[in-house]
């Protein structure tokens, strides 16, 4: 079965720093990769995803993410980080040619710190 | 307006009672799923469903019970078996894959209902 980790619980950053936010993964056949945001009480919004080519897929408000097969990473990166970027950041993973489930990490609380 | 609701927003049950949180979604979608989720412990996959009729159980579908008698429906009843059913409870639905071109393959979210046990 698939899996995601999310290895820290939260990410401090300044404002205008660079926000990296990690995930690795495991799935049996070829992964589609997936960054979501949540804000409290709200459900997730979708930020980017990984399907094929380019290992650098860009998304929305600024963020960017890596796709490493060799390390099954898929890190979320923004060059600048925002006081309104402060939210929960879920990684997530399906393998589309096995069962089509949608595993979650347990998330990451980012806080940028004005 | 496209997309995927939930109701009611806030849900409580008391002890012993079956409680059906509703999951509406007008994206044309086959998949959709169920998710409950806790302070720390991320998304936990409750059951999910690929087609119409069709349903399987995630990692914790004890105490809960779904059904998908039509595509744009995946309604969750937690019933009096699950012991600690206080938890946001959030519904997507995605595409499944239709080809191997298919770029829309993001799950969509409703906005939550969250149940409380009183």
């Known amino acids: 079965a698939q899996s995601v980790a999310q290895p820290e619980d939260q990410v401090n950053v300044a404002e205008g720093n660079p926000l990296t936010v990690k995930c690795t993964y495991s799935?049996?056949?070829?992964?589609?990769l997936f960054w979501y945001v949540q804000y409290p009480n709200r459900g997730l919004q979708f930020l980017l995803k990984?399907?094929?080519?380019?290992?650098l897929v860009k998304g929305s408000y600024g963020f960017e993410a890596e796709f490493n097969k060799s390390q099954t990473s898929f890190h979320l990166k923004k060059p600048s980080a925002l006081v309104s970027d402060s939210a929960l950041y879920f990684c997530a993973v399906r393998d589309i040619y096995g069962n089509n489930r949608l595993a979650f990490g347990k998330g990451n609380q980012v806080v940028v710190i004005p | 307006d496209g997309g995927i609701t939930q109701s009611p927003k806030y849900l409580f049950r008391k002890e012993g009672q079956n409680v059906t949180l509703s999951c509406e979604q007008n994206?044309?979608?086959?998949?959709m799923y169920w998710y409950r989720q806790d302070p720390g412990q991320g998304l936990r996959l409750i059951y999910y469903s690929q087609i119409v009729n069709d349903f399987q159980k995630g990692d914790i579908a004890e105490g809960y019970s779904v059904s998908r008698e039509k595509k744009e429906s995946f309604p969750l009843t937690v019933t009096s078996a699950q012991k600690n059913p206080t938890a946001f409870y959030l519904c997507?639905?995605?595409?499944?894959?239709?080809?191997?071109?298919?770029?829309?393959?993001?799950?969509?979210f409703g906005q939550g209902t969250r149940l409380t046990v009183v």
């Open positions: 994206l044309n979608h086959d998949a």
């Open positions: 997507a639905s995605s595409q499944t894959r239709t080809g191997p071109d298919d770029m829309n393959t993001e799950a969509f």
């Open positions: 799935v049996s056949g070829n992964p589609y």
């Open positions: 990984y399907i094929t080519g380019d290992n």
